[in-house]
């Protein structure tokens, strides 16, 4: 029986006792989440993971995408990021590989680690159609179908599926135009076949046989962002838009259906359109867990583009995000490497937790922190560190005379002269 049948019929499950426990919420929260659409936990009947919930109420979750790319193919690299994203504390990864054997890296990621895993099956469709018929635009219908079951029987936990690309929201594009272009894959692809082939998104018209998929393997639907912004100056257009309509409607289909569903959102977004993407998101969709990519809130800092995409996420977060995409200081500029996958989902968790000390008024590690600074105990500062490794380093690194303080101040330390004569 599938996690949302279970809900409905008043049991709690396993995952349900689970995610109740890792987030100290009561049993019955979270099965009512599942049950009404609010919350999901992406499971598989072909392997065990670290079981995530995503949504109403929970910690906000931080995924990490990796993948292989034409150009780069190293699948040790691809298995080492995967280790590196799970150390730094990431809740999902997402293997995006589109270089090399696609099914011997997702396999090879999938075994080295214990978090959920999502794919995009889109891509293995249409390039395995540009190896084989020399173009994207020949991908058939069938091979689509087929490979989604194929990953889905892999152990792929959750799956974005493009659903929301249709005539609608291309003649919207169209009339509209962009500053940024079109920067999803799948979108590209979808977008180029159906203009091609002068036919309907198979995703679109099939999409009760898309459900059947999803359901017999147990799969998340994350509804695709294909029309996302690339660029700030496209943030929040009728394409955009469109695509989330489109996809909010799907995303109660599938909930009905039995499929536990999340719906993605953008992408490029200026501060003070985040919180109206939010709510528009949230309304549209009953609530659905909001699968935030980003988002970056300018466009003109390559090469810290983590750090832009933290600001975005922190607020998404605030606001109601509830699964946040990273981005890693490589973005727009090359392949990520292990080390800045590293660093992207460590800047991630950051915006997660400033957004659910608003979200989920989650302040305690900070008020421990707080206390730990006050009496100069490291190692209390270190246990609650997001990233202790790091701070204990560089504390090392440059060590005082007087090992109660730290060499900025040394001697003149303010913490210190202060204690002396007051007992907080
Ligand atoms: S030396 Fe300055 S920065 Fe370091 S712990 Fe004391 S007050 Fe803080």
Redesign the pocket.
Known sequence: MSLIASAKRGIITDEMKSVASQEGVTEEFIRMGIAGGHIVIPVSPYRTVNFCGIGEGLRTKVNASIGTSTDIVDIEMEVEKARQAERAGADTLMELSTGGDLVEIRRRVIAATSLSVGSVPLYQAFIEAARKDGAVVHMREDDLFRITAEQARAGTNFMAIHTGINYETLKRLKNQGRHGGLVSRGGAFMTAWMLHNEKENPLYTEFDYLLEIMKEHEVTLSMGNGMRAGAVHDATDRAQVQELLINAELADKAHAAGVQTMVEGPGHIPIDEIEANVILQKRVTNRKPFYMLGPLVTDIAPGYDDRVAAIGAALSSSYGADFICYVTPSEHLALPTAQEVFEGVISSRIAAHVGDMVKLRKRDADLEMGHA?RD?DWERQFAVAINPERARAIRKERMPADTD??T???DY????IVNRYFKF
């Open positions: 600074r100069l303080t730290c900025m101040c040394g330390c303010a913490l210190k």
